[in-house]
């Protein structure tokens, strides 16, 4: 028991510097900015919810929202369909350019992506496609890609191949096979990638601001940008947008970090 | 039901330039139960997975019934295997391991159900048809791979190595399972293994591989008794037929101080060699004659080891003037010890001779 002190001081101190300034921001949230001037650090006295309807409607929040769920949920389904494909291909068969297209996808991951905005930007410019979500959308697949096949081909390498060759017995073709056998029996690395890819795409904001400049075109980290810009003194409206903002991302997390940080840890299916 | 012919079979591996086997050829019958049998990496299992259709052929054909396979990819060429590691799908339950291969069939969904429940009581899977492969034992998961077999009533079922994963007890009484279950059902079967025990207990015929080639085909107890070669002497029977290095005479061999007759042998048959191979198998030696007669020599050896086995006991034994082991089966009530001289009678008309240099065995021809 008492050996075990030192850890749990370790966690509990560990939480209270990780989850405090969430608590703070979520309890300022349904305070008014003038209870928060009195006392900052007090709890609220009464719960003002009415805070998360004004800020939804009279902020232009619902379009920042719907955008950011159209921008992130497109650009996840396809870096997840693409990216899990590309992955069993390269995990599964043996081919000539089977290293180099590795290494020029591995490449794409060690780009920072200000090295990549000025070309983007012309090449978006080009394309008619700047200051369009379905712009956004390539940029985030095409950035996101990368890392993906990486998490998904190392843990696909590792399903047996006895798994496919079975498949093969009984029947089923290449594509089937990727259906029915390495997309369910990778489902940990899956769930893994969505969630990551989810809340990382939440929270981007770099390719978002320099891409999208229409208010209506606006993602939510930029909507919480130009609300902070609206609402300078008013501490209590920037707190109730930034629970709006964060809200997806801890329900997410909330139900699949166990899902995810086994996809990431454990290896192979057994 | 099916025939299976396989001529001149060859397979190289990419970048390899070794060949894994080499002008293999085989006829398996219809509701035969061949054992390809060797050591680890003599071409056992690729031999196996061409003819799946797993692995592409480097020369020579595989065909079943007459048809050739070769360009046939192996969801068409309806064969079922078993695998080593069983590799049933994790994410379905039993259940729906056994049907899937069914499904791809467009089998009916009825007969689908009646045939999957069929397979599961006769290998006693009733029970857990709803589990997933993590929540059975060993036992199980062979049982579900094999039932998987079963369902798709194939043309041909083919195992690789299906025993080895399971312990000693439980391997003994799934090998009797498969061979009723093969004896029931009467489908062509080619079975892999390295384990002589399995061939000769399995198989009605074995093929017994070495290096890529084939080295003997014939029925277990043919291929025990007569092996073409010290190979096959070696590799089939525990522990191994001992060979031992003779002086050949006129009509005789001589093993250190002891004379040989080789009477089924010419001269012509022994031809210019001047020392062999002889080859007599552990139970051909004997502590006390099973009877008398002049066909037993008396050997005069050390005692080097004793190990009972407790059926029966092995004597580890060494010539006089020789280093070479000579191990001979003998009864559990031997009371020998380690360091004492024995004599120990050799039945020779059990032995064989192989030519130490090409290693194959020297025919008799003489009744």
């Known amino acids: ?270 | 039901m099916a025939v299976v012919a396989i001529e001149a079979l060859s397979k190289r591996y990419p970048g390899s330039n070794e060949t894994a086997v080499r002008d293999f050829n085989l006829a398996v019958a219809d509701g035969e139960f061949m054992v390809l049998l060797g050591p680890s990496g003599c071409g056992k299992s690729s031999v196996l997975r061409m003819i799946a259709g797993l692995e592409p052929i480097t020369a020579g054909t595989i065909a079943i019934d007459g048809k050739v396979m070769n360009q046939v990819p192996a969801k068409q060429r309806d064969i079922a295997m078993v695998f080593q590691s069983y590799a049933l799908y994790p994410h379905m339950d039993v259940f729906n391991n056994l049907a899937f291969g069914l499904r791809r069939r467009r089998v009916p969904a009825a007969e689908i159900d009646r045939r999957v429940r069929q397979a599961a009581d006769k290998l006693g899977l009733a029970l857990f048809l709803r589990r997933k492969p993590h929540a059975l034992s060993g036992g199980q998961r062979q049982r579900v791979a094999l039932g998987r077999a079963i369902v798709r009533e194939p043309k041909v079922f083919l195992f690789d190595e299906p025993l080895s994963n399971l312990d000693a007890a439980l391997r003994v009484s799934t090998r009797n399972e498969l061979i009723r279950q093969q004896h029931e059902i009467g489908i062509t079967t080619i079975y892999v293994t390295h384990d002589q025990v399995e061939a000769m207990t399995m198989g009605h015929r074995i093929c017994i591989m070495d290096q890529g080639e084939v080295v003997q085909i014939g029925a277990p107890l043919e291929v025990y008794r007569n092996p073409v070669n010290t190979f096959v002497a070696r590799f089939l029977g525990n522990p191994p037929m001992n060979l031992v290095p003779i002086e050949l005479g006129r009509g005789s061999g001589r093993l250190g101080s002891v004379s040989i007759p080789l009477r089924s042998w010419s001269e012509t048959a022994l031809g210019p060699a001047r020392s062999v191979l002889l080859g007599i198998r552990p139970e051909d030696l004997y502590e006390t004659p099973p009877r008398p007669g002049d066909d037993l020599v008396p050997i005069a050896m050390r005692v080097s080891a004793v190990e009972p086995l407790g059926a029966e006991t092995l004597l580890v034994l060494t010539l006089d003037d020789d280093a070479t082991d000579i191990i001979a089966r003998v009864g559990r009530d031997t009371r020998l010890r380690v360091g004492e001289r024995a004599t120990i009678m050799l039945d020779t008309t059990t032995v064989h001779l192989f030519d130490p240099v090409t290693t194959r065995v020297i025919a008799r021809d003489l009744a």
């Open chain 1, 1 to 270: 028991m008492w050996r075990r002190t030192p850890l749990i001081l370790f966690l509990l101190l560990y939480t209270v510097v990780s989850g405090g300034p969430f608590v703070w921001v979520a309890i300022m949230s349904v305070r008014t900015t003038p209870e928060i001037f009195a006392n900052p650090y007090a709890l609220p006295t009464r719960f003002h919810w009415e805070k998360f309807a004004q800020a939804w409607s009279h902020s232009n929040y619902s379009t920042y929202f719907w955008n950011s769920i159209i921008v992130v949920t497109t650009a996840v389904a396809l870096i997840t369909v693409f990216g899990a494909m590309a992955a069993h291909c390269l995990a599964r068969y043996r081919f000539r350019a089977n290293r180099p297209i590795r290494f020029l996808i591995l490449s794409g991951m060690i780009l920072p992506p200000q090295l990549l905005i000025l070309s983007l930007f012309q090449i978006l410019l080009d394309y008619h496609l700047y200051n369009t979500l379905t712009g956004l959308i390539l940029v985030y697949v095409a950035s996101h890609l990368a890392m993906t096949v990486y998490i998904l081909e190392g843990f696909f390498a590792q399903i047996p191949q006895d798994l496919f060759d079975a498949a093969r017995m009984d029947g089923y073709g290449d594509f089937e096979i990727f259906w029915r056998i390495t997309l369910p029996v990778g489902a940990p690395a899956l769930f893994t990638t969505v969630t990551l890819n989810f809340i990382i795409l939440w929270n981007e904001f770099l390719y978002a601001v320099v891409l999208l400049t229409e208010d209506d075109k606006r993602t939510l980290p930029l909507g919480i940008m130009h609300f902070m810009g609206s609402h300078q003194l008013d501490v209590g409206m920037v707190a109730t947008g930034l629970m709006i903002a964060i809200a997806p991302v801890i329900v997410l997390y909330a139900l699949f970090s166990d899902t995810m940080i086994r996809g990431m840890t454990a290896g192979a299916v057994r």
